[in-house]
């Protein structure tokens, strides 16, 4: 069973990406919209930044044949953009989370 993205949110408190959204601030992980504004780009000056943290603290969403994953790591394959956790990860812990799936015409939607 696959677990729905919400949970890994809920657990994890991505924080906020103060690079592209200087309302927050380094580190912030309280505010009212989960999802793109967590986003770092895989390239650039977020890379950089995402390649000084903790590895257990990485996520990356991934594309995969079901839709897009948030999977733990720092992936180079089918990235699309990257998480940094306020909680780190543990080995033992759920590694995988399904942010979207295609439906039957092949559109990403929300899960």
């Given at each position: 069973?696959?677990?729905n993205?919400?949970?890994f949110y809920d657990k994890y408190k991505p924080i906020y990406?103060?690079?592209e959204n200087p309302e927050y601030q380094e580190g912030e992980t309280e505010g009212?919209?989960?999802g793109s504004p967590m986003y770092f780009e895989t390239y650039g000056?977020?890379?950089?930044?995402?390649?000084?943290?903790?590895?257990n603290l990485i996520w990356?969403?991934?594309e995969g044949d079901e839709g897009m994953y948030i999977t733990q790591g720092f992936h180079w394959v089918n990235r699309f953009v990257y998480l940094i956790a306020s909680v780190p990860f543990k080995h033992g812990d759920k590694d995988e989370y399904l942010d979207q799936v295609y439906d039957d015409a092949g559109n990403l939607t929300f899960e």
């Open positions: 069973m696959k677990e993205s919400d949970k990406n103060h690079i009212n919209v989960i000056e977020d890379l950089e930044y995402v390649k000084k943290q903790n590895p990356t969403m991934v």
